[in-house]
């Protein structure tokens, strides 16, 4: 077929197709008015058995009086084959044609939109929509299938690649992107590679014995638009849903365990979830009641700051960035971000998943574990669709108060519910709600238990006395208070793309969230029985100190309002910019009664001992950021964002102060981030890039009214990162290996100053370190080297020290020290093999191992508060098909006491406790997932 039967034929076959959709008239008929184009193959025979699902789906909603000649184009296409490829490097209407050769469908394109554009290396078997998939990555070309026959080619409309524009938000594709009938939400893979191949191999065609396995596409937005992984300037680690499941995630400090450069301190003990990249973090936010995390956590694009989440469930995927992000992300994120996007409905088919774990003692668990975790996907019509997700989650028996005899237990329930409404190719509307409610019962919040006491002491003693033996291994605690915490989060969001001008897409997110703890904490854990003839202060002084009281609960009310704009351009691989506008508004409401108790030589003497505290910030900023291509092969990159930030706080202390004077304080600073940095593409596997990076961190006021403290500001976090990176493809795509090389200053480190004081307790302010530096050397290895394997290796070396003459807590010196939470090497392994029993079952074996070098969890240079190595190995044997999964698991095999926190006892000189979670002990149990 020739010349102007080509055309004549092109023109028969869109005019046959218009009614399809209003977006596919507006995509066909410049090609039609143009009048040139480039038919590529002979005959239909192929077609993506996912797409043509959706097709039919779409088609059956939209055109019912034609639905036996779409179920027909349907069943066809659904036998499709797959074709083997071993293309090179070349230029993209080459591949092209090409690819409709093998696969023998025709191929419609004005060429003047492929001119210019290189296509990778194509290797391996894959149908013909997944070869022209991998072809238009990052083009900005998408294609639609006409029918069984056709394909046509037009330039996206889109936030980028060949993605729709309200991709980013959970509308589903209308293009080649995603083929795959799991929804746009599931397009990520486990562990950065296609699980599915080892869940079922007949299913994703596996069971060819001349199958080669291939890496699958990591698409992310770490620069607010949709980019494949391994050609984002960045260094990033991506944890798909099925790894998360795979590895019973329930919290966000379950994630330390498959990120090397990630480290949490204890639940609640920092702000902003307590996170640590590359050793920086915020150490403790009891200091002060402002305090922002040097981590940001982001929820589907919403900033979470000081409202932050716990419990994470129904996530599509989490992308880890590592250096500051504060072009892009704001402030508080000197060290990093946690971005988790959770999944969006699907409009094409209706579905509910189950996931559910078991674990006892029976099994050859140290505590029990219930979880069931459910989605349901309601398709509303074929513009509009509905998500919901519900979990429950139970551990008991972790920890175990002798006094009381009875054992810890923490429940966390939650819903979320998303809406999509995607009118047009144009337009999406994401409509999200969350709800999530964690009680713990028996022990306090962070559970604390006695490391250390000073033989002979009279914490040693009284310990003795309740039939309690400190150690690094200890689990048990002695209360007469039972101690209770409640944490609340809901949120609502409104995230809307609109693409505008066929080449840039605004994007309006909305949010309000709100973040409530109840509390009551016995913070010694001594009862008062036990000690009653000791009197102060021939022994300890205190004997109970309460956070709350028994009907006076601590309470904090956390609320945050925010409103992002932005405009982003298409992905035209010529300049690529995205300019934006943020506002984030943040109110504390803290009520904290306390009551302690201590003896006297005429009898016991109680005192109320409550804080009174508001606290209001706001953060205002415009941020741009630019990708130049000078060619094909190098891009140079900036951005910059400018922030204002505003912050006050009330404060009233009675006991420290001995009056009920407000005590108040205000500070607001003006500052300027930037990123700057160039990328090359040395070839289609081969990328390196080399950025300056800057970031913010806003400041923070000293609230601390003991021994006649006064309120003070301390200077903001200014960090400045170095760094070169490189990105590669190896075994004919089937690995994958990016490594990082780091130099980050942290100029005002805000750090922490303790000293002891007249009463024998401690007193700890916070302070600003001149200079904090943290460097080394990162690696990610991912992939399916063969067949049925997957693997994925991450790794840190990271000498992180304290500058000289830096004391610590206790004055000792630190200079020169590691840092406190920044082990000095940590690395991460997973694998997961499987080996098919029949057409439709398989065998899964899989381990995960985490090793961490010793690390200090205190500042201090005494080597007690140095938390010793740890290696922690998992396990999981099961049987899969393509509807459900069934394994044992065993977590913490070892038994390891992975400790979150090492502190000083404020009442017992030389006295040490800790903190544990889920992740310190073995955990054994069986796991079901299903989908219906």
Not at 74 to 88: C, G, N, V
Not at 536 to 553: E, T, V
Request: proline share 5%.
């Amino acid at each position: 077929m020739h010349g102007r039967s080509r055309c004549t034929f092109a023109s028969a076959v869109v005019r046959a197709n218009r009614t399809f959709t209003a977006s596919l008239r507006r995509f066909a008929t410049p090609l039609l008015r143009s009048g040139v184009f480039s038919l590529l193959g002979e005959r239909a025979g192929v077609r993506a058995a996912g797409r043509v699902r959706f097709l039919s789906v779409f088609a059956v909603a939209v055109l019912a009086t034609t639905s036996m000649a779409v179920l027909a184009t349907t069943s066809m296409a659904e036998a499709q084959a797959r074709a083997r490829f071993d293309l090179p490097p070349q230029p993209l209407a080459d591949s092209l044609r090409a690819v409709g050769s093998q696969t023998n469908v025709n191929v419609l394109f004005d060429p003047p939109l492929v001119a210019g554009h290189q296509a990778p290396a194509l290797k391996g078997e894959y149908t013909s929509s997944q070869a022209f998939t991998l072809l238009l990555v990052g083009t900005g070309i998408t294609y639609e299938l006409m029918n069984e026959h056709t394909v046509v080619l037009a330039e996206s409309t889109g936030m980028s690649g060949s993605a729709s524009p309200g991709a980013a938000a959970g509308k589903p594709p209308r293009s080649g992107k995603n083929e795959r009938a799991e929804g746009f939400g599931d397009r990520l893979q486990v562990a950065q590679v296609d699980q599915r191949d080892n869940a079922n191999p007949s299913a994703s065609g596996q069971g060819a014995d001349e199958k080669k396995p291939t890496l699958e596409e990591i698409v992310v937005t770490a620069q607010k638009r949709e980019e494949s992984v391994q050609s984002v300037p960045l260094a990033i680690t991506v944890l798909a849903s099925e790894q998360l499941q795979r590895q019973g995630v329930q919290t966000i400090a379950d994630l330390s365990r498959m990120s090397s450069s990630l480290e949490f301190t204890a639940q609640g003990a920092s702000p902003g979830g307590g996170a640590f990249v590359r050793g920086i973090g915020t150490a403790s936010n009891s200091l002060t009641k402002n305090a922002t995390g040097s981590v940001s956590i982001v929820l589907d694009g919403v900033v979470l700051g000081n409202a932050s989440i716990s419990d994470i469930f129904d996530i599509d995927r989490i992308e880890i960035l590592r250096g500051p992000q504060g072009t892009l992300f704001g402030s508080s994120v000197s060290a990093g971000v946690i971005s988790v996007i959770t999944k969006a409905p699907d409009l094409r088919d209706a579905s509910v998943n189950v996931a559910a774990e078991y674990a006892s003692g029976d099994l050859g668990s140290e505590y029990q574990r219930s979880s069931l975790r459910t989605a349901v996907n309601l398709p509303i019509n074929d513009i509009s669709g509905l998500r919901v997700a519900l979990h429950s989650d139970e551990n008991s028996g972790l920890f175990h108060n002798v006094y009381q005899d009875a054992s810890s237990s923490d429940r966390s329930t939650g819903a979320r519910a998303r809406y999509l409404l995607a009118p047009s190719d144009d337009l999406a509307i994401n409509l999200i709600a969350d709800y999530n409610r964690a009680e713990n019962d028996g022990m306090a919040m962070p559970p604390s238990t006695y490391r250390y006491a000073p033989p002979g002491s009279p914490l040693a003693a009284s310990l003795a006395a309740c039939g309690v033996t400190p150690s690094d291994s200890n689990f048990e605690s002695c209360s007469e208070s039972r101690n209770t915490s409640t944490q609340t989060d809901r949120g609502v969001s409104a995230q809307i793309d609109w693409s505008v001008l066929d080449d840039a897409t605004i994007t309006s997110i909305s949010s309000w969230r709100q973040a409530d703890t109840v509390q009551l904490g016995d913070i010694l854990a001594i009862p008062f029985s036990i000690v009653t003839n000791c009197t102060a202060p021939n022994c300890l002084p205190l004997f109970r100190i309460l956070s709350g009281r028994p009907g006076d609960l601590q309470t904090q009310k956390r609320t945050q309002y925010s409103q992002e704009l932005r405009l982003t351009s298409s992905s035209n691989k010529h300049v690529e910019w995205v300019a934006g506008l943020y506002y984030q508004h943040y109110k504390l409401d803290d009520d904290s009664p306390g009551f302690l108790t201590f003896n006297t030589p005429v009898g016991p003497v109680s005192a109320n001992t409550p804080i009174y505290a508001n606290v209001s910030s706001s953060e205002y900023a415009g941020f741009g950021n630019v990708t130049w291509y000078l060619n094909d092969a190098t891009r140079l990159i900036a951005g910059v964002r400018y922030t204002h930030s505003e912050i006050s706080e009330d404060r009233i202390d009675p006991f420290a102060t001995g009056n009920q004077n407000v005590y108040s304080l205000s500070t607001s600073n003006s500052k300027p981030s930037w990123r700057v940095g160039t990328q090359h593409d040395f070839n289609a596997d081969t990328m390196a890039y080399v950025t300056v990076s800057t970031g913010y961190k806003s400041a923070l006021i000293s609230d601390n009214l003991q021994n006649g403290s006064q309120m003070f500001v301390v200077a903001p976090e200014l960090p400045i990162n170095y760094e070169i990176g490189i990105k590669k493809s190896l075994l004919e795509n089937r690995l994958a290996v990016n490594a990082d090389i780091f130099y980050q200053e942290v100029k005002d480190y805000q750090g922490q100053y303790c000293s002891p004081t007249n009463q024998g307790t401690i007193l700890c302010l916070p302070s600003s370190v001149s200079s904090v530096i943290t460097k080394g050397i990162e690696l990610d290895v991912f992939g399916r080297p063969v067949k049925g394997l997957i693997v994925n290796l991450s790794g840190i070396y990271n000498p992180a020290k304290f500058p000289g003459g830096f004391q610590g807590s206790d004055r000792s010196d630190l200079g020169g020290k590691q840092l406190y939470y920044a082990s000095k090497t940590k690395v991460t392994l997973s694998a997961e093999q499987s080996l098919p029993l029949t057409d439709r079952y398989s065998f899964i074996i899989g381990a995960d191992y985490t090793y961490r070098s010793e690390q200090l969890q205190y500042t201090s240079a005494l080597p007690q508060y140095i938390a010793p190595a740890t290696n922690v190995f998992n396990a999981r044997l099961g049987v899969t098909t393509d509807s459900w999964s069934l394994y044992i698991f065993g977590r913490n095999l070892g038994n390891e006491e992975v400790t979150r926190q090492i502190s000083a006892t404020g009442h017992q000189q030389g006295g040490l406790t800790q903190v544990f979670d889920t992740s310190s002990r073995r955990l054994v149990g069986l796991q079901l997932e299903a989908k219906l």
